[in-house]
């Protein structure tokens, strides 16, 4: 071997390295690499090379666009259901196609959880595929720009760039398609998707109005009960934080964080909080401390995410709480430099100086829309922090806001639902029912500024209390439709259909009314428990594409029958119909059957092509079966090649959306035969 000619300066090994990369990574890796080369020319190669690896780690290029990414999942898609051409056990398919996942650094659907007819619709799904390496680009993407040191104060802050364009083209692209998708309900009334969406917690100045407004209900019951406010801060410990802020106050400066582990993303740290948090709960619960109010989650300059909290308290248990926090907030590295400082801070509520509400707003803001803020603590426009923010919550799946104690908010909104009450209805559920509707008014206060605000405090109230936990009065009513079927063949979820309530109320049966008060007997009327049901206001509604400019449909609107191709790997099924006699769309094993199967004619088996003998205008058809036309040949937008079909643009999203479903149908005991798809159409 001539090892004179094997041997690769270092330069042009190193700008081989990161050539793979986005560009504006590839200067940073070398200015890094080439600062320290000098000094100690094994370390820095040992260095960048480790980097490298964990970069080129992620399948799919760092610098791919959203479209690739669909591209991308489209393909696996194919591969998926093009084994299944090849492997015709069921167990067998499942363990190829999870390796398939898995070599794209994903994790399969779990075989405890998911059966195996579901699991294999959810591989061979184009949608499945893009949603999951949508998620897995992206953090990977961030991932690698918080080890670079992009995301920092002073360059990216709480989140790069690429993570903040692709949430607002991602919003953009969501917008779009709720303005051009049009809901008529039963009553005739034709909305935007956009509009409904304005009505709900979506709106944001709506999420941060309810915020608001179950934290100064909160705050009212504190005072009325005498207890005390806490607002604290939790912080993640030196090691999960990537940079590090020194200097004095006048002229500080960031740089790397030595003690940083390499390995800590954002959605790590919400963990560990979420741990910490758990075991703090856990110790007040032993000891009979109750705490009720609201914590928020918020990325501190590298994205390293911190805990705010404001909760209420027994004024006579604030050390027992301080307590508990300190002793698991501090249980990972105790004893850093300025953990007792900085790890955790308390500030009690001082009622005379302004309520809860006051102490949390410009977080809320923050969070959602920068409302009423001009800029954050670093000196940036709360329009763009809010954004960022945002942006680094969607990108790591952090749940920014989340209720502390209390009953769930889940029955205030089902109940703004609920029109009116049935007479006779229990005292608490008339209570929460006049707090949730916008004639609620406070304890007999006539200011008419104040009558027209709901009234989270008297809802808590009639539910129970701040403390009920799991015991509050009124729930959600939900019901499960038998028979109706996921997208993936599942049985679906239930949906809530109203609110319901226990009460005692006393009762006097019919054959004791005519018996006489004065019996010398005397005369106790009975108790009774009594179940109540209300049904709350919802409307059917049907999605349809709101016409365009140049009088075409959108694709939610058109519907046309596509092509479709049956891959059948035994005997026994020809047309879409089993030779027992069972019809398409029939449900086999909770798994339902394409609708579709059977429905044009001149179907083949074993992916031949779709054809009609006769059919007019049509390229010939060349499929296992015998010669025909292949119909819809006349269109522009569809191409023949050897007697196929092939499906182009909106046509083929539109077949995608309706067929990802692929059946497994037992017969017997064993698993003889199975009907797959339609699956995709694809070159032979």
Same mark, same amino acid.
């Given at each position: 071997m001539n090892f004179a000619r094997a041997f690769v300066p270092d330069p042009v090994w190193a700008a081989g390295r990161v050539a793979p990369l986005p560009a504006r990574w590839q200067g940073r890796l070398l200015d890094a690499w080439g600062k320290t080369h000098k000094a100690d020319r094994t370390g820095a190669n040992i260095a960048l090379r480790e980097t490298t690896e964990k970069l080129l780690a992620v399948r799919i290029p760092l610098d791919a666009t959203d479209a690739q990414i669909c591209d991308a999942a489209q393909a696996l898609a194919e591969r998926c259901a093009s084994a299944a051409e090849r492997i015709h056990e069921p167990g067998a398919l499942r363990r190829h196609m999870e390796s398939i996942v898995r070599g794209q650094g994903l994790e399969p659907p779990d075989p405890c959880g998911v059966l195996l007819?579901?699991?294999?619709?959810?591989?061979?799904?184009?949608?499945?595929?893009? *949603?999951?390496?949508?998620?897995?680009?992206? *953090?990977?993407?961030?991932?690698?720009?918080?080890?670079?040191?992009?995301?920092?104060?002073?360059?990216?802050?709480?989140?790069?760039?690429?993570a903040l364009q692709s949430r607002l083209q991602q919003n953009a692209r969501n917008l779009a398609s709720l303005e051009n998708t049009t809901a008529t309900n039963e009553l005739g009334q034709e909305y935007t998707l956009a509009e409904l969406a304005a009505k709900g917690p979506a709106n944001k100045a709506i999420r941060r109005a309810?915020?608001?407004?179950?934290?100064?209900?909160?705050?009212?019951?504190?005072?009325d009960m005498g207890h005390?406010?806490?607002?604290?801060?939790?912080?993640?410990?030196?090691?999960?934080?990537r940079m590090r802020t020194v200097g004095p106050k006048h002229a500080r400066v960031v740089v790397d964080n030595p003690r940083w582990d390499t390995v800590t993303t954002p959605r790590i740290a919400q963990a560990y909080l979420s741990k910490v948090w758990a075991r703090i709960r856990a110790k007040l619960a032993r000891i009979k401390i109750g705490l009720y109010g609201f914590r928020i989650a918020e990325p501190q300059h590298?994205?390293?995410?911190?805990?705010?909290?404001?909760?209420?308290?027994?004024?006579?248990?604030?050390?027992?709480?301080?307590?508990?926090?300190?002793?698991?907030?501090?249980?990972?590295?105790?004893?850093? /430099?300025?953990?007792?400082?900085?790890?955790?801070?308390?500030?009690?509520?001082?009622?005379?100086?302004?309520?809860?509400?006051?102490?949390?707003?410009?977080?809320?803001?923050?969070?959602?829309?920068?409302? *009423?803020?001009?800029?954050?603590?670093?000196?940036?426009?709360?329009?763009?922090? =809010?954004?960022?923010?945002?942006?680094?919550? =969607?990108?790591?799946?952090?749940?920014?806001?989340?209720?502390?104690?209390?009953?769930?908010?889940? /029955?205030?909104r089902e109940l703004r639902r609920v029109e009116a009450l049935p007479a006779g209805a229990p005292a608490h559920l008339v209570q929460a029912h006049e707090a949730v509707n916008k004639v609620a008014k406070f304890g007999g206060d006539a200011n008419a500024a104040t009558a027209g605000r709901v009234a989270w405090d008297n809802y808590v109230r009639a539910q129970g209390g701040v403390f009920c936990g799991r015991e509050y009065r009124i729930k959600v009513t939900k019901v499960t439709d038998e028979g109706r079927l996921t997208s993936y063949g599942e049985q679906a979820g239930p949906r809530p259909v109203g609110i319901e309530t226990t009460s005692v109320e006393t009762w006097v049966p019919a054959e004791i009314l005519a018996m006489h008060p004065m019996?010398?007997?005397?005369?106790?009327?009975?108790?009774?428990?009594?179940?109540?049901?209300?049904?709350?206001?919802?409307?059917?509604?049907?999605?349809?594409?709101?016409? *365009?400019?140049?009088?075409?449909?959108?694709?939610?609107?058109?519907?046309?029958?596509?092509?479709?191709?049956?891959?059948?790997?035994?005997?026994?099924? =020809?047309?879409?119909?089993?030779?027992?006699?069972?019809?398409?769309?029939?449900?086999?094993?909770g798994i339902r059957k394409s609708g579709a199967a059977g429905e044009n004619p001149g179907e083949r088996l074993h992916g031949a092509a779709v054809a009609a003998a006769g059919a007019d205008a049509g390229c010939a058809g060349t499929g296992e079966t015998g010669?025909?036309?292949?119909?819809?040949?006349?269109?522009?937008?569809?191409?023949?090649?050897?007697?196929?079909?092939?499906?182009?643009?909106?046509?083929?999203?539109?077949?995608?959306?309706?067929?990802?479903?692929?059946?497994?149908?037992?017969?017997?005991?064993?698993?003889?035969?199975?009907?797959?798809?339609?699956?995709?159409?694809?070159?032979?």
């Open positions: 007819g579901p699991a294999l619709a959810r591989m061979t799904c184009h949608q499945w595929w893009r *949603r999951k390496l949508r998620v897995h680009h992206g *953090r990977s993407v961030e991932a690698a720009a918080i080890r670079l040191g992009y995301v920092r104060k002073g360059r990216e802050i709480y989140c790069s760039n690429e309810e915020l608001m407004t179950r934290i100064a209900g909160f705050e009212r019951i504190a005072r005390e406010g806490l607002f604290m801060t939790i912080t993640c410990p030196s090691r999960m934080h590298d994205g390293t995410p911190h805990w705010h909290f404001v909760v209420f308290h027994d004024a006579a248990h604030t050390q027992q709480v301080r307590g508990a926090v300190l002793e698991h907030a501090l249980k990972d590295s105790p004893n850093e /430099p300025g953990a007792h400082t900085h790890r955790v801070d308390f500030k009690a509520i001082d009622w005379s100086k302004g309520g809860a509400a006051g102490y949390i707003a410009k977080y809320v803001a923050k969070n959602i829309d920068g409302y *009423r803020l001009e800029n954050d603590l670093h000196g940036n426009p709360s329009m763009e922090t =809010s954004a960022r923010v945002e942006a680094w919550a =969607s990108r790591w799946g952090i749940r920014q806001f989340q209720q502390v104690g209390g009953p769930p908010v889940g /029955p205030w019996d010398r007997h005397g005369f106790e009327p009975l108790r009774r428990t009594v179940h109540w049901f209300v049904e709350s206001t919802r409307h059917q509604w049907v999605i349809s594409g709101r016409a *365009r400019s140049t009088g075409g449909v959108s694709i939610a609107a058109a519907k046309p029958s596509p092509w479709t191709r049956v891959n059948n790997c035994t005997e026994g099924v =020809s047309n879409g119909t089993r030779n027992n006699g069972e019809p398409a769309g029939a449900v086999l094993a010669a025909g036309t292949v119909g819809h040949g006349a269109d522009g937008g569809k191409r023949c090649h050897q007697g196929s079909v092939w499906l182009d643009g909106e046509d083929l999203q539109r077949w995608h959306e309706r067929y990802s479903v692929g059946v497994w149908a037992p017969r017997g005991e064993a698993l003889r035969r199975w009907v797959c798809g339609p699956w995709m159409p694809r070159r032979r």
